[in-house]
């Protein structure tokens, strides 16, 4: 019997790719918008900390520029993740979004340990603080942060590559409130360290957030099982269906962030060509009801041309053999 291959969507010609998770919710204009908010106020936070001398809300406009940035990054993302499957990439640009993920959450960690050096610095050289001035722009800065987080809130649910830029504005709302926090025990009670205590609390919650995601979009890129999925659970599936004797070379992987793709080679218990293409229609079936995955690739072999080893390794011991 020969190799015979079924794929779902997503090669070039095909328009079954889905990037429209979040979009509903969240338009081009309303991302645009954000930035250039985010970006006016990192200029006036920028200036506040220079004239009042506040090492925290210099350090909130580090991090309110991080979020312009993650913004646009994600905004970009979005749009590069339309475009249908070509020549060149052949499963479509879905997987943009997960790079740009990737890259904001880094920028996260990278601004949490420069503002953890910074607050060390500081407390060794302490400077004199305007509590007025903090106070005033960092509530101007907390309204700011607010209302771009409802904003990228309504895409982050089904998007990894938003949910990366939300972080950032919650994190940042927090350490808007953190900077007013220290404003407020500056004028009351002289308490110059506060500032750096607060920064070192946006630091460290920075850290953590970047910390979260990280793990999960690395997985994404690196094409491991997706996190909801067992792969025995899909073997004893497959194994399970009558007319299939075996499978080996079993992999499950993503296609971007939302949608999956399997490949299997099956060992039919008959030999019929037209058997194994009914066979092929209940596969796909099965695994995009009860797994989600739309994309299959499926390929026959008779006993003569299956590896025993790899079979046995594959419907026993529940691991994926190496091709």
Avoid at 67 to 77: I, K, R
Avoid at 157 to 168: G, P, R, T, W, Y
Avoid at 203 to 212: F, K, N, P, T
């Amino acid at each position: 019997m020969s190799d015979d291959h079924d794929h779902g969507g997503g090669h070039v010609g095909h328009g079954h790719a889905d990037h429209s998770h979040g979009e509903e919710n969240l338009s081009d204009r309303q991302l645009i918008f954000a930035v250039a908010i985010n970006v006016l106020l990192t200029v006036a936070q920028i200036v506040g900390g220079i004239v009042s001398g506040s090492l925290a809300l210099i350090a909130d406009a580090l991090h309110n520029f991080s979020d312009a940035a993650s913004l646009g990054l994600a905004w970009f993302a979005r749009r590069i993740g339309r475009r249908p499957a070509d020549k060149l990439m052949t499963f479509g640009y879905a997987q943009g979004e997960v790079v740009a993920a990737l890259i904001n959450l880094t920028t996260l960690l990278i601004i949490g340990f420069y503002l953890l050096v910074e607050a060390i610095n500081r407390f060794a050289d302490p400077q004199p603080i305007e509590g007025w001035t903090v106070i005033a722009v960092a509530g101007v800065a907390l309204v700011i942060d607010l209302v771009t987080a409802f904003i990228t809130h309504r895409g982050a649910k089904d998007s990894i590559n938003m949910k990366a830029a939300f972080l950032h504005n919650v994190s940042d709302a927090m350490a808007s409130v953190g900077v007013i926090v220290a404003g407020v025990l500056i004028l009351l009670y002289d308490l110059y360290v506060a500032d750096l205590v607060i920064t070192v609390i946006i630091a460290a919650y920075v850290i953590w957030q970047g910390l979260s995601l990280m793990p999960r979009t690395v997985r994404l890129l690196m094409g491991a099982v997706p996190d909801d999925v067992e792969l025995q659970e899909i073997m004893d599936e497959l194994e399970a269906i009558d007319g299939v004797e075996s499978i080996h070379h079993l992999h499950v992987w993503n296609l971007g962030e939302h949608r999956r793709a399997l490949e299997v080679h099956i060992m039919p218990s008959h030999s019929s060509l037209e058997r194994f293409e009914d066979l092929k229609r209940t596969v796909r079936l099965r695994v995009s009801s009860r797994f989600g995955i739309e994309h299959t690739t499926l390929e026959a072999c008779l006993a003569t041309d299956c590896d025993e080893g790899l079979i046995a390794q594959a419907g026993h011991s529940g691991r994926v053999s190496e091709d």
